[in-house]
């Protein structure tokens, strides 16, 4: 399909409530994906979510095998999630960097729910219901919360731990992003 444009932070529909999807299955449910996942490969994400690419719809999608962004991550399944619910299992929080493709060349510090249990469903209406914990967690929490037109530094603590990943992490090779 095709490689979108991703829309920056200061874009006023990365802030609005997107929609639910109403019916799977669709050749048009197909194509978003389709340019979703081209645009989260060219551009070495670890997810995206439809409002990035200008879509208002309950669609994210994310996955991590080997990827340079995040040397330190176990590895996330490939996984399409639409209409999602995210549930905590438990009250504990923990804090780690988190980078977006709407926020280029810049990292801060995230507080996340540390175990979840997140329900959806897959581009087939196939229902999609997993329990996690650590990186994982915080990849749903953070690709859920563009659907209610939340992006991460909104919800830093201390604005000290946002930055530029140069001037964060000088002597690191640079992100993508
Ligand atoms: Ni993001």
Redesign the pocket.
């Known amino acids: 399909m095709a490689i979108k444009p991703v829309l920056r932070m200061g874009d006023d529909r990365l802030l609005q409530k997107a929609r639910p999807v109403d019916r799977y299955g669709t050749p048009e449910l197909r194509a978003l994906l389709a340019d979703m996942e081209d645009t989260m490969s060219a551009l070495n994400g670890a997810?995206l979510?439809a409002p990035?690419i200008g879509i208002g719809l309950r669609v994210v999608i994310f996955g991590v095998t080997e990827n340079p962004r995040y040397p330190d991550a176990a590895p996330v399944p490939k996984t399409v999630l639409i209409n999602p619910v995210i549930t905590p299992l438990d009250m504990e929080m923990d804090e780690d960097w988190e980078g977006?493709?709407?926020v280029p060349g810049m990292r801060g510090l995230v507080p996340r729910y540390c175990r979840l249990r997140y329900r959806g469903f897959d581009e087939n209406g196939t229902l999609v219901d997993r329990t996690v914990d650590g990186f994982h967690a915080r990849v749903v929490q953070?690709?859920c919360d563009?659907l209610d037109g939340i992006l991460?530094p909104m919800r830093i603590r201390d604005l000290r731990k946002f930055g530029f990943i140069e001037e964060l992490f000088p002597g690191d090779p640079p992100g993508d992003d």
């Open positions: 997810g979510a990035q977006c493709l709407s953070h690709e563009h991460y």
